[in-house]
Nanobody, 127 residues
Framework: QVQLVESGGGLVQAGDSLRLSCVSS????????MGWFRQAPGNEREFVAG????????GYAEAVKDRFTISRDNAKNTVYLQMGSLEPDDTAVYYC????????????????????WGQGTQVTVSS
């Protein structure tokens, strides 16, 4: 069973940067494709970024492209989300997710593509 624990959230001002981390407890972390999602109050959970098991392939939501960067360190069982130029609309609970499903097409942008989820970390951006 994979357990994911996010950290790094907090309260920041618009324009600031923040780095989220997600640590996996499993010894097979390098076999998982990973994703970051977020959910704001009253909204559905939405895709933010995804990364393949090797780190060689990444994908982003249009809203965060060029501002956020997803990366991973398989030696540390950790996936990161570097967030820059934060905006109030980025305020949400951020979740990391893991899947053994193969990345293909746009299916990795859907939450049901992922089998394991963390508990989330709150990011609040003030204007």
């Amino acid at each position: 069973q994979v357990q994911l624990v996010e950290s790094g959230g907090g309260l920041v001002q618009a324009g600031d940067s923040l780095r989220l981390s997600c640590v996996s407890s499993g010894r097979t972390f390098s076999l998982y494709n990973m994703g970051w999602f977020r959910q704001a109050p009253g909204n559905e959970r939405e895709f933010v970024a995804g990364i393949s098991w090797s780190g060689s392939n990444t994908g982003y939501a249009e809203a965060v492209k060029d501002r956020f960067t997803i990366s991973r360190d398989n030696a540390k069982n950790t996936v990161y989300l570097q967030m820059g130029s934060l905006e109030p609309d980025d305020t949400a609970v951020y979740y990391c997710a893991a899947t053994t499903n193969s990345l293909s097409g746009s299916s990795y942008r859907k939450s049901d593509f992922y089998q394991h989820w963390g508990q989330g970390t709150q990011v609040t951006v003030s204007s």
